[in-house]
C-alpha cells in the first residue's frame, strides 16, 4: 500500500468487485448482435463454428479493451471522425450480414440452393465487433467506474478480464445450448423464422449504429 497526496492506494481493489459483478450480469446477459450471431452460427453450422465465430468476437473485445487500458482508448474517443467512420463500417458490415441473410431467404422460397454465410465465423465474429465503437466507448464509461482505490491501469485489466470471462462463459452457454437443440430445431419454419429475426436484429442494430 502506497500513499499518494494523502490518497492510500493499492494494486487492486477487491471491495469493487461484488457490484462490479452485478453491473457485469446486467450488461451481458442483455440480447445484442453477438448473442443472435452465435445463435444463428451454431444451430445453423454447429458447434464447432459457433466456437470459432466466439473466438473471433472476444478477440475484437479483447484488441478494444486493450486499446482503453492502454489509454489509446481516450484518444480516440477525442476524436469523433474516427468513431464516426467506425460506426459507418461497423453498420455497412451489420448491414451486409442482413442483406446476406435476406438473400439467403428468398432463394430458399424460390427454391434455389442457399450459399453458405457461416463458412468463416472467425472472421464474422470479429469484424462484427471490431468495427463496433460500442465496445470502446462502453469500457471507457463502465469499467472506470470501478478503480475504487486501486491503481488505474492494472485495477482495469483485471475489471476487463472478469468481464470478458463471464462473458465468454455466457457465450459458450449460448452457443452449446444451441448446438445441443440444432437437430430438433432444424425444420424449414424454425430456420426461416430465426434468419428473419436475425436478419431484422442486424437491420434495426445497423441503422442504431447510424443514428
Request: aromatic share 8%; charged share 10%.
Amino acid at each position: 500500500m502506497a500513499q499518494i497526496t494523502g490518497v492510500s492506494t493499492v494494486l487492486f481493489d477487491f471491495g469493487q468487485v461484488p457490484a462490479f459483478l452485478i453491473a457485469c450480469a446486467v450488461v451481458i446477459v442483455t440480447p445484442g448482435v453477438d448473442a443472435f450471431l452465435l445463435l444463428r452460427t451454431s444451430l445453423r453450422s454447429g458447434t464447432r463454428a459457433g466456437l470459432l465465430a466466439l473466438a473471433g468476437i472476444h478477440s475484437a473485445a479483447a484488441v478494444q479493451v486493450a486499446l482503453v487500458i492502454s489509454g489509446l482508448g481516450v484518444v480516440l474517443a477525442q476524436y469523433p471522425m474516427v468513431l464516426t467512420a467506425l460506426r459507418w463500417i461497423g453498420a455497412g458490415y451489420l448491414l451486409y450480414l442482413a442483406v446476406s441473410i435476406t438473400r439467403g431467404l428468398i432463394k430458399r422460397s424460390g427454391g434455389e440452393p442457399e450459399e453458405v454465410m457461416s463458412n468463416r465465423p472467425f472472421r464474422q465474429g470479429f469484424l462484427t465487433n471490431i468495427t463496433n465503437p460500442k465496445m470502446i466507448l462502453f469500457s471507457l464509461a463502465f469499467l472506470p467506474q470501478f478503480i475504487g482505490s486501486g491503481e488505474p491501469a492494472p485495477q482495469l485489466a483485471m475489471l476487463a478480464v472478469v468481464f470478458l470471462g463471464l462473458a465468454a462463459v455466457w457465450e459458450l452457454m449460448i452457443v452449446l445450448a444451441a448446438s445441443r437443440v440444432a437437430g430438433r430445431l432444424h425444420r424449414p419454419g424454425v430456420t426461416t423464422a430465426l434468419d428473419a429475426v436475425c436478419a431484422a436484429v442486424f437491420l434495426t442494430m445497423s441503422v442504431g449504429l447510424v443514428l
